[in-house]
């Protein structure tokens, strides 16, 4: 016969494991949804490029380097899927959109692979995250969804 206090701790520990497994599959479900890829380097990542694959996917072709984001707007109509690939072509950068949960590093040799949807008018600001010199707090850039510019 089981006693009330070992029954009390096997329901309590019972409890813990079930939220910690809750936890595990829902954080795996959330990473699941916008995983940085990795790919293979070579030059063509070096010339910064806006590809319109359709009317709402885009290729952007993100190359940092000191002090600066090219292309540094980017304008894309609501709806919008966007690829970036990110490279650079000095130090380490970093390319953050905060509004989008959009968090990478720029390395020089290496290119960051992420998508991301904007389903929202507005302006949405990438800024470098790395320090990079002594210019690093003039490294923005922008992403404009809607605006007359668009295409």
């Given at each position: 016969m089981i006693d009330k206090y070992e029954k009390g701790i096997l329901i309590s520990s019972a409890v813990v494991m079930m939220l910690f497994i809750f936890?595990?599959?829902?954080?795996?479900?959330k990473k699941s949804r916008n995983i940085t890829e990795c790919l293979p380097y070579n030059k063509s990542?070096?010339?910064?490029?806006?590809?319109?694959?359709d009317e709402k996917t885009y290729q952007v072709f993100m190359v940092a380097k000191m002090?600066?984001?090219?292309?540094s707007k980017i304008y894309i109509p609501v709806g919008s899927d966007v690829d970036f690939f990110v490279t650079s072509k000095d130090v380490v950068h970093g390319f953050n959109i905060a509004e989008k949960n959009l968090n990478l590093m720029a390395v020089y040799g290496g290119v960051g692979k992420t998508t991301a949807h904007f389903d929202k008018p507005g302006v949405y600001n990438i800024v470098c995250h790395e320090y990079c010199g002594v210019g690093h707090q003039l490294m923005h850039g922008q992403v404009i969804v809607n605006y007359p510019e668009s295409k």
């Open positions: 936890s595990l599959v829902y954080a795996l479900d990542y070096e010339k910064a490029r806006i590809d319109t694959i002090w600066s984001f090219e292309p």
